[in-house]
């Protein structure tokens, strides 16, 4: 049994660290996106590795209303500029993006 339960931990590994280093709003944004913003869905966009600067420039128009999207409206709203910034740089400085 608790070779079981070991593989089942390493399988979480990924996962749980992920979620450790994880900004502290980025909560909002794991259950469409992925905890590392590698979205499993097709319809949502992938935030994995995006340039930090359109990452930042798309929340923003979410927030202020110039992009039309209701669910990210209302979470862009929740987020204050510094959040904004923090989420953009995590999101974009992923392990395995290219610089």
């Not at 339960?5 to 749980?16: G, K, N, Q, R, Y």
């Not at 669910?71 to 910034?85: G, H, R, S, Y």
């Given at each position: 049994m608790s070779?079981?339960?070991?593989?089942?931990?390493?399988?979480?590994?990924?996962?749980?660290?992920?979620?450790?280093?994880?900004p502290p709003k980025s909560g909002q944004c794991t259950a469409c996106h992925g905890v590392d913003g590698q979205s499993r869905i097709p319809a949502?966009?992938?935030?994995?590795?995006?340039?930090?600067?359109?990452?930042?420039?798309?929340?923003?128009?979410?927030r202020n209303g110039n992009r039309k999207h209701p669910?990210?409206?209302?979470?862009?709203?929740?987020?204050?500029?510094?959040?904004?910034?923090t989420l953009a740089a995590w999101y974009a400085n992923q392990p395995g993006c290219r610089k």
């Open positions: 070779r079981v339960l070991f593989l089942l931990l390493l399988a979480a590994c990924p996962w749980v660290y992920a979620q450790s280093k994880a949502n966009p992938i935030l994995r590795c995006q340039h930090e600067a359109y990452l930042v420039t798309a929340l923003q128009a979410y669910v990210m409206n209302n979470i862009a709203n929740t987020l204050q500029p510094k959040d904004i910034n």
